[in-house]
């Protein structure tokens, strides 16, 4: 089972749209999680970071923590084709040695149509 | 500019030739780490440094050697590099309690 999950996608939505991504992770000890944009042939970026339950919000971006049901979104308003990319969910996990380490999932794909 | 970079960016060998991928962030950050990134099987960690001569493995470490002799460098050295170790490789580096990972510009490689 792999421990952050997220559907590769392609998610397609028009401009001006509000893209939601959505990710789920296996391990109920990890405390933070991170959204990346990776455009292709490029190094991911750190879009937002979470550790609280709830909504956290920065710009046009929105990220979500239910830790109950061990779920993570990431919202964009107003999608504009520049975020097409593909988004990185990471979460962060104690390793049995005591130091922390990312996991992250396969990255899902998102189109945004002009 | 804060950053961090790698050399190569685009490296072709043959299988059995030994090679070292360079890493040098100026942020005077602790923690650096190498990832490779494969289709459909994400960013995983090969190794890791919590600082010098502080390295241990990460999730996927078979075949690959590190070193941390400087704080700033982490090279990633592939002692005999097989054609399943060709990949898309990133360094990166953060503080030890920061939330921002900064990722090199990656490396990649083909090997034959």
């Known amino acids: 089972q792999k421990e952050v999950e997220q559907n590769s996608g392609p998610l397609s939505v028009p401009e001006g749209a509000i893209a939601s991504l959505n990710c789920t992770y296996s391990d109920r000890g990890s405390q933070s999680f991170f959204w990346y944009r990776q455009y292709s042939g490029k190094s991911p970026e750190l879009i937002m970071f979470?550790?609280?339950?709830g909504d956290k919000e920065d710009g046009r971006f929105t990220a979500q923590l239910n830790k109950a049901s061990q779920y993570v979104s990431l919202l964009i308003r107003d999608s504009q084709p520049s975020d097409s990319a593909t988004y990185l969910c990471a979460a962060e996990a104690r390793r049995a040695s005591g130091t922390y380490k990312y996991i992250f999932g396969t990255g899902t794909r998102l189109k945004v149509l002009a | 500019e804060a950053q961090v970079t790698q050399n190569p960016r685009y490296l072709i060998t043959v299988t059995g030739k030994k090679l070292t991928v360079t890493c040098s962030q100026n942020m005077n950050h602790e923690y650096m780490s190498w990832y490779r990134q494969d289709p459909g099987l994400g960013l995983r960690q090969i190794y890791y440094?919590?600082?010098?001569?502080?390295?241990d493995k990460g999730d996927v470490p078979e075949g690959y050697k590190v070193s941390r002799k400087e704080k700033r460098n982490f090279p990633l050295i592939l002692e005999s590099p097989s054609p399943n170790q060709t990949s898309l490789y990133f360094c990166?580096?953060?503080?030890?309690?920061?939330?921002?990972?900064?990722f090199g510009p990656g490396t990649r490689l083909l090997v034959l």
């Open positions: 440094s919590m600082n010098v001569e502080v390295t």
């Open positions: 990166a580096s953060r503080i030890p309690t920061g939330n921002t990972q900064y």
């Open positions: 979470i550790y609280s339950n």
